[in-house]
């Protein structure tokens, strides 16, 4: 398991709809059981309500649900990627306030 921090770029998708939606894309090189970290602050967002995880087994054709875990502290979303293969891009739709 590699700790990545905040190597996903993070975009939000749904403001002002009483939740925020953030979309965060990962490279190619995330593992299964990586971790990753998104600043929920930077939305103005200090918890989640939910996430929807997704890997593309070929990039850009085939993506299968994923299985993160996930953790909150002091506004920072730890995402542990899990339920996947090494070396896949990962996108999570995270539902925050």
């Known amino acids: 398991m590699t700790a990545l921090g905040d190597v996903t770029t993070n975009k939000e998708i749904a403001p002002n709809l009483g ?3 953030i979309q965060a894309v990962t490279d190619a090189t995330v593992d299964d059981g ?6 929920l602050d930077k939305f103005g967002c200090t918890n989640i309500h939910g996430i929807l995880g997704f890997e593309e087994t070929t990039t ?9 875990t996930t953790a ?9 990627v899990g339920g996947s293969n ?3 891009v990962r996108t999570f739709i995270i539902f925050a306030y």
Do not use: F, R, W
């Not at 909150?72 to 979303?77: E, P, Q, R």
């Open 86 to 88: 090494d070396n896949n």
């Open 19 to 21: 939740v925020k939606m």
């Open 72 to 80: 909150v502290s002091a506004s920072v979303l730890t995402i542990t």
């Open 60 to 68: 850009g054709q085939v993506v299968v649900t994923a299985e993160p």
């Open 34 to 39: 990586d971790t990753i970290t998104v600043d």
